[in-house]
């Protein structure tokens, strides 16, 4: 019964904050109360505690605007009330692709984003052994400049990591690459086995098709098996819920055994 008291108390707290003045407009553009953009929303997203106490921390629009704006280039200037829906997608694009890249340590200079990339890294079966009888491993995913690991899993063949890394997605993007790395305490970590991943079946069936939301549950796309990729089975790029996902399950390549089970999901930033 605590528990859910205090879930009850932060969410009362949130609200309240979301009733605050400097709340009821756009944090982009400044327009009053704002009902086009599509990418987060505070009261139907599920909000970890964490998440809550933070928001809470934060305060408002005013003051994490001072905070996340403080160090934007000259030459992205912030949209006003009367800018046009194309600047201010424009700014949000680079704005939140700016903020993603900045937990990755990743170089976001001029380069515009068209989507962020969920990854779900599940777990891996039957992987390499690089210690004594077994491997501690976890993942690195790398796309561009941009790098996001999972935990280290102590001693299993079979990890089950479960975790969702974040990842933003340039116009000019390549493969997405998947390695796993035995975490080693006394000297480098060993290569386990990686794979490639191609973000185009994801990216072009979601761009053909439009707004996910006014889609009903179906598949829009396919990656086919092939010998020139590390597809265990072909991999459906579906439409489930409003979203676009793809599951995906893959044979380290360069290793003598192991698969790692993926799913993904794309969020385009000019819906």
Request: proline share 4%; glycine share 6%; net charge negative.
């Amino acid at each position: 019964m605590s528990g859910r008291h205090d879930a009850s108390a932060k969410m009362a707290k949130l609200k309240e904050l979301l009733h605050r003045s400097e709340n009821r407009i756009c944090a982009d553009c400044s327009a009053p109360d704002p009902k086009w953009a599509q990418v987060l929303s505070v009261t139907l997203d599920q909000w970890s505690d964490n998440e809550i106490d933070n928001m809470i921390e934060v305060g408002g629009n005013s003051h994490a605007n001072a905070i996340y704006e403080a160090f934007l280039p000259q030459n992205h200037s912030k949209p006003h009330p009367d800018s046009t829906q194309e600047e201010r997608e424009k700014f949000i694009r680079y704005f939140l692709a700016l903020l993603i890249c900045s937990t990755f340590k990743c170089k976001v200079g001029m380069v515009e984003f068209i989507g962020i990339l969920n990854v779900k890294v599940k777990g891996g079966t039957n992987l390499a052994i690089r210690d004594m009888s077994s491997s501690d491993p976890y993942v690195v995913l790398t796309l561009g400049q941009q790098k996001a690991q999972t935990s280290v899993i102590k001693a299993s063949l079979n990890p089950v990591w479960n975790e969702e890394l974040k990842l933003s997605v340039p116009q000019q993007y390549g493969p997405l690459k998947l390695q796993v790395f035995d975490h080693d305490m006394l000297s480098k970590d060993d290569l386990m086995g990686e794979a490639e991943i191609d973000l185009q079946p994801m990216i072009n069936a979601a761009a053909a098709f439009g707004d996910p939301e006014l889609l009903g549950d179906r598949q829009i796309g396919r990656w086919l098996k092939s010998g020139d990729n590390a597809l265990v089975r072909d991999s459906a790029v579906l439409v489930a819920g409003g979203e676009v996902r793809q599951e995906l399950a893959l044979k380290l390549l360069f290793t003598e055994s192991g698969e790692v089970e993926l799913e993904m999901q794309w969020i385009p930033l000019n819906m």
